[in-house]
Nanobody, 124 residues
Framework: QVMLQESGGGLVQAGDSLRLSCAASGRPFTNYAMAWFRQALGKEREFVATISRNARDAVYGDSVRGRFTIARDNAKSTVHLQMNSLKPEDTAIYYC?????????????????WGQGTQVTVSS
């Protein structure tokens, strides 16, 4: 499995922006569709965004569409999540995920590798 390490989380105010990064290692990065999920305290893991292996296609969850943008740099084996107009309800642990068998997957079971997560807290 590919190894994933997230970074960039933190405490911000409502309306601010934040950029998360995920560095992959151990396997060819272009073998994997990449995704971001999040999990708020006491809630199930929620799909945020996914991007195809060639970076041409992206899918977003309803709650973040129009505010978040996923991008990948295959030369650097990294995927990013640009989060704008943040809201308190965006507060969660954000996880990077990699999947070798699906494109456009929106469920956790579509991904085999996961990072440890990075906390994002948005204050009102």
């Amino acid at each position: 499995q590919v190894m994933l390490q997230e970074s960039g989380g933190g405490l911000v105010q409502a309306g601010d922006s934040l950029r998360l990064s995920c560095a992959a290692s151990g396997r060819p990065f272009t073998n994997y569709a990449m995704a971001w999920f999040r999990q708020a305290l006491g809630k199930e893991r929620e799909f945020v965004a996914t991007i195809s292996r060639n970076a041409r296609d992206a899918v977003y969850g309803d709650s973040v569409r129009g505010r978040f943008t996923i991008a990948r740099d295959n030369a650097k084996s990294t995927v990013h999540l640009q989060m704008n107009s943040l809201k308190p309800e965006d507060t969660a642990i954000y996880y990077c995920a990699a999947g070798a068998y699906y494109t456009g997957g929106v469920r956790p079971e579509h991904y085999e590798s996961w990072g440890q997560g990075t906390q994002v807290t948005v204050s009102s």
